[in-house]
């Protein structure tokens, strides 16, 4: 099963910042949190990952919680490029893990 | 740098008959994994290997076969097609260590659409 929950489906307007909840209530403390994205049948795209400190790059913002059960993915000025399906996953990045794909968020983007 | 390839892209199959999915990276990655996604659905992890020799089960195994000969490639063999295999399946790869060069993102292939009939 997966580790991490998120909600089925989630609407923001166009211009608008877009943030993702995800769950991961059981992580260990070497998991790291990663998010993807896959737009139509298009492979998943790597979008952000982090450990427990906030992290930024070009694409988006990642918010993790303090006690690291949850965590947000921003996007900040959505555009309608930006629907897709958004997938939080956790993984250590070493050998033996089992990557696990939840079904994701399916995020519409409203002109 | 071609990254993650597979082929074929897309398949016909008729029930019984069998078929492989090739998959390969030339990033020098030691993971690799294979994935269906139904229509509609998530990803699935069917199979994944950590480095050539060794692979191991993922959440839905039964009816695809695989091996890893060589850290480059990572091929998925469907014994007996059955309508239920009809999918898209997905490859993906990425640094299984904790190098510098580890940041533990999978490299996903394009798809290889597989309709059985």
């Known amino acids: 099963d997966a580790k991490t929950t998120q909600p089925p489906s989630m609407d923001c307007a166009e211009g608008r910042a877009a943030n993702l909840p995800c769950n991961h209530s059981t992580i260990s403390g070497n998991e790291y949190v990663y998010w993807y994205r896959q737009i139509h049948s298009q492979g998943p795209q790597y979008i952000i990952h982090g450990l427990k400190n906030n992290e930024t790059n070009e694409m988006a913002s990642l918010i993790i919680t303090e006690d690291r059960k949850s965590s947000t993915l921003i996007l900040p000025h959505a555009t309608l490029r930006d629907t897709a399906v958004y997938y939080c996953i956790v993984r250590v990045t070493y050998r033996d893990d089992k990557i696990i794909f939840g079904k994701g968020t399916r995020l519409h983007i409203l002109p | 740098n071609a990254g993650v390839t597979q082929t074929p892209k897309f398949q016909v199959l008729k029930t019984g008959q069998s078929m492989t999915l090739q998959c390969a990276q030339d990033?020098?990655?030691?993971?690799m994994s294979w994935y269906r996604q139904d229509p509609g659905m998530g990803l699935r992890l069917i199979h994944y290997?950590?480095?050539?020799?060794?692979?191991d089960q993922g959440e839905v195994p039964n009816g695809y076969n695989v091996s890893r000969s060589t850290t480059e490639d990572f091929p998925l063999r469907l014994l007996s097609a059955a309508p239920s295999q009809t999918s898209v399946y997905f490859c993906?790869?990425?640094?299984?260590?904790?190098?510098?060069?580890?940041?533990?993102?999978?490299?996903f292939g394009e798809g290889s659409r597989l309709t059985v009939l």
């Open positions: 290997s950590v480095g050539a020799g060794i692979t």
């Open positions: 993906a790869s990425s640094y299984a260590g904790q190098g510098l060069a580890d940041t533990g993102e999978l490299f």
């Open positions: 990033m020098n990655h030691e993971y």
